[in-house]
């Protein structure tokens, strides 16, 4: 079932027993998956993700991470609103694309992909301009890795008044989030990030309140977030379109070894060691990691090309016939490559990748 492992945050490496899980077929008109899957599925996320779950709801939407965030960007934000998008990454510029195709009356505040994401000048911008009405950002920027202050830029958000969306895709499940505590309005992930679940559906958990005030806003049918959740929830579990059983069932799977595990918290501690055992054997190596330690997410660490004839295709081909595969960098101002530490990997895999490594560059 694993012919290699999977140092790729999206798809990643799943298990054999989240996989299993899919090899029974499900009829989405019966309770034994509205009832017994999705709603277990909606109840435990809103769990996960706040300490006080009652004002909070979650859906679940058919497609990949990016649906959701159109989704989402398309049914929270009316015409007549103003979205702010901060942007240090592809992830925080899609955003900005999905603003431009509905008309949105947006900006995006742009960063260096290899800082973070600066609380201040959100605050700046909202004191100036006082007709926002949203504010999006993404919490670890896969594009690098880098991890943005979501503390210090919720408390800014929150303090304007403004509606606060967080592309938490490649983070909820692998890093502790308190929206209760973050006072965060609309959070976004999908199945196949760190809740190690398979493609392909995301989901938005909402503060209920807000989301009750999205009705008839969407400008897309089958990307109307408010019509997907009245449907789940006067229909218990209920999905408008057909939805992806297998993948469904296989998530639920996938909930129940998070919890195993010891929750977000203790996987979070694994993702950490991940990538700390990473860092070590590649930095003995003479690597350098692209950003610096203070702004390092443990999603995702990007590495500079030791040398300016480095041969990337060569390093993956030979990485992959020993059992890893991992991914190209994505930024313009440097040659990169990535490697992900989440998924069903532990600290032994990075232990046994970085020993693979001193082999193939001796
Ligand atoms: C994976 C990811 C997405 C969604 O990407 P898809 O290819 O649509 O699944 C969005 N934002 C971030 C930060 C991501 O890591």
Redesign the pocket.
Known sequence: MRPYLLLT??PLTTTDTVKEAMMSDWCTWDEDYNIGIVEQIRGQLVELAATRPDEYTAVLMQG???FC?EATLGTAVKPTDKLLVAANGA?GKRMGVIADYYHLDCQVMKFEETEAVDPARIDAYLTEHGDVTHVSE?H???TTGVLNPLKEIAEVVKRHGKVLIV?A??SFGGVPIDMTELGIDFMIS?AN?CIQGVPDFGFVIARRSALEQCEGVARSLSLDLYDQWRTMEDGHGKWRFTSPTHVVRAFMQALAELKEEGGIAARHARYAENHSRLVAGMRSMGFRTLLPDEVQSPIITSFHYPSADFDFKAFYTKLKAKGFVIYPGKISQADTFRIGNIGDVFPNDFNRLTETIRGIIA
Request: charged fraction near 20%; hydrophobic fraction near 20%; include cysteine.
């Open positions: 945050p999206g990949s991470g990016t965030v992830y993404v670890c920027e896969t592309d895709m490649s999908s990030k």
